[in-house]
Nanobody, 123 residues
């Protein structure tokens, strides 16, 4: 399974960005999906999660500003980020728990990470 994240960029404080992450491969089913972020010199932190049924959870620092959603038909998870602050500057990573076929034809369940997309909030 491969995850491809996109949508990052440079935005001014108060602005918005929408991140996307598409999963591809021999996927049977995708369960939980999530977004993490890692700022320079800091540990990677959980930003938001969404279950296959659409239940969501957020870090306190982004509640009310960020919205996670998913399109199961497209194997895609989104992160709508509004009212961005300089403190949101980080590399954002998507993560998905996928049930898939491996190269040997066996069914495996594992977490996969995307490559990261840079979000910079600055004047």
């Amino acid at each position: 399974v491969q995850l491809q994240a996109s949508g990052g960029g440079l935005v001014q404080p108060g602005g918005s960005l929408r991140l996307s992450c598409v999963a591809s491969g021999n996927i049977i089913r995708i369960d939980d999906m999530a977004w993490y972020r890692q700022a320079p010199g800091k540990q990677r932190e959980l930003v938001a999660t969404i279950t296959s049924g659409g239940s969501t959870d957020y870090a306190d620092s982004v509640k009310g500003r960020f919205t996670i959603s998913r399109d199961n038909a497209k194997n895609t998870v989104y992160l709508q980020m509004n009212s961005l602050r300089p403190g949101d500057t980080a590399v954002y990573y998507c993560k998905a728990n996928c049930l898939s076929y491996n190269n040997g034809g066996e069914i495996v369940a594992e977490w996969s990470w995307g490559q990261g997309t840079q979000v910079t909030v600055s004047r």
